[in-house]
């Protein structure tokens, strides 16, 4: 570790901002430790409102060349960065799983190679998009997708790559220009990311990353009056904070927020299939924005589903995420760990029972937790936990598991397992979700919108709803 690098896994990290393409220090830190066994990874820049001033004038000066880079150069360069990430793929894996806690299988074999998609898919699609002409009273009208400017990017720690290159990529895509603040539990890819973006020519000024928490250097950025667009993955309370922010300045903004989403389970399921899914529920030690931590059973299969649940939950590994054995890592800080258990100790003394866990295990880990017997007005129901803890209810009608799904204030996701596709058509057009997966759980088309209702968030990314939110439309009309 020197002042400005730390070495985390043999990969050195510069612990600076990156503004204007150059390596800048804050004159404090904070510190960044691992949660596989709480060791300090690094000291890192800690951003003041100074930093973030530097950091959207630098995009503000990078912008006008950037927007006026043809798209098919703006594209080759997005496909350049998608190089150097694959290329620097083990760095990155290893990277993300000492500061995250989750999977090294999964950042190797799924999320690092996704964030190197994001940056080839938006590349793509830019040049898709079809300029649209209409004429009316002999007058033309072209409709173009004009850049919209600087852009602040928030994102969160449960999966921060890939968070943030979902959003990079279409900004950079549609001409605009990028100040990115990474999580402060989850600061080290961002950096690498400012490296890698640098080796495959991106412009500088262009894409600039800054570290440091969201009160500080958060609440500059996204109250800075020279920025056009915000876009904000993370909790409901700090959603709120940035819209309050933005409203000064009528900063469009998008919202990507947290969820309590339900799986369905028919009686007419295939019960291997619905109990794979609900296990799959724990991914990630159960830090996924769109896990369906509510699992609703139809009362006639729920003795099977949770006997067969039960089975294959004590078959799952808990342990160091570098290992390839394990299926569930720790917990991203001492602080959820303590945040968890709150809400699992306080469903208990309310009445529930756990079918399993229902404590915390070693170090930063969480035992596998599914809770039964809760009232649907609990707060272990109603409200997110963010960890590996599921709750069983039971319904009896369609109407029942459709009135039980939706009764919550969240509108992120669903999942339906039945064997009727009829019944899923149906249900699923009942459902308050932004995404609603049958007999299937996370996969989609990038191409498709993504987001939630209510208090999930606000607006949709994804294809051309990315373009939608990262660009200002323009109509010229022209007299004939
Ligand atoms: P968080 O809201 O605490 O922090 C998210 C980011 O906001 C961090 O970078 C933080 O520094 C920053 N921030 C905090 N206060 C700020 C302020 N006043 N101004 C500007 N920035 C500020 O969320 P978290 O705990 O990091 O993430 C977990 C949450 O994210 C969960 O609710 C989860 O459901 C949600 N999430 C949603 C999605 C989605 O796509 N819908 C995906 C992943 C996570």
């Known amino acids: 570790m020197s002042e400005h690098h730390t070495t985390v896994a043999e990969v050195t990290i510069d612990t600076r901002h990156w503004i204007g393409g150059q390596r800048v220090a804050s004159t404090h830190t904070f510190t960044d430790t691992s949660p596989i066994d709480g060791a300090t990874l690094g000291e890192i820049s800690r951003g003041t409102p100074r930093e973030a001033d530097a950091a959207v004038a630098a995009a503000k000066a990078a912008f006008p060349g950037w927007a006026a880079t043809p798209r098919a150069e703006r594209a080759r360069i997005l496909h350049a960065i998608a190089d150097a990430v694959e290329k620097h793929l083990e760095e990155l894996a290893i990277v993300e799983t000492m500061d995250n806690g989750a999977l090294l299988r999964s950042h190797r074999r799924g999320v690092m190679p996704r964030v190197a ?12 998009l079809e300029h649209e002409d209409f004429t009316t009273r002999g007058h033309t009208n072209h409709v173009t997708w004009d850049p919209a400017g600087p852009c ?42 400012a490296d890698i973006a640098a080796e495959a020519g991106l412009p500088a000024g262009v894409l600039n990353v800054v570290q440091g928490y969201g009160s500080e250097i958060g609440d500059a950025l996204t109250s800075h009056p020279d920025v056009r667009r915000i876009s904000f993955t993370g909790s409901v309370p700090t959603a709120r904070h940035i819209a309050a922010s933005a409203a000064a300045n009528l900063t469009p903004l998008s919202l990507e927020l947290g969820g309590k989403s339900p799986l369905l389970v028919f009686a007419d399921a295939d ?28 009362e006639a299969v729920v003795e099977e589903f949770t006997r067969r649940f039960v089975a294959k939950a004590a078959q799952l590994r808990q342990g160091d995420p570098r290992d390839e054995a394990t299926d569930i890592g720790p917990n991203i800080h001492p602080r959820q760990v303590e945040k968890i258990d709150g809400f699992v100790q306080r469903a208990l003394a309310s009445g529930a029972r756990a079918v399993i866990g229902g404590h915390r295990g070693e170090g930063q880990h969480y035992a596998p937790t599914l809770l039964t017997d809760v009232r649907q007005d609990a707060e272990i129901v109603q409200e997110e936990v963010f960890g590996p803890v599921l709750t069983l209810q039971t319904f009896t009608t369609d109407d029942e598991a459709v009135r039980l799904a939706n009764d919550t204030r969240f509108g992120l996701a669903a999942t339906v397992a039945t064997g009727d596709l009829e019944r ?14 049958v007999n299937c759980f996370f996969v989609r088309d ?10 999930s968030g606000v607006g949709r990314e994804g294809g051309t709803w990315s373009f939608d939110f990262y660009c200002d439309l323009k109509n010229t009309v022209t007299a004939a």
Request: charged residues 15%; hydrophobic residues 55%.
């Open 117 to 128: 998609h994001n940056f080839r898919f938006f590349a793509d699609w830019l040049l898709t």
């Open 152 to 193: 602040v990017l928030i994102t969160p720690w449960n999966a921060p790559l890939m968070l943030a290159t979902w959003k990079v990529a279409p900004a950079l895509a549609a001409g605009n220009t990028v100040v990115l603040k990474p999580a402060e539990w989850s600061p080290l890819t961002a950096s690498l990311l």
């Open 271 to 298: 019960v291997d299939l619905a109990v794979d899914l609900a296990i799959e529920q724990y991914d990630n030690a159960g830090q996924v924005c769109l896990a369906a931590a509510r699992l609703l059973v139809e």
């Open 424 to 437: 899923a058509g149906r249900v699923s057009a009942q459902l308050v979700a932004g995404t609603v997966w």
């Open 446 to 455: 990038l191409k498709a919108p993504f987001g939630g209702s209510r208090h």
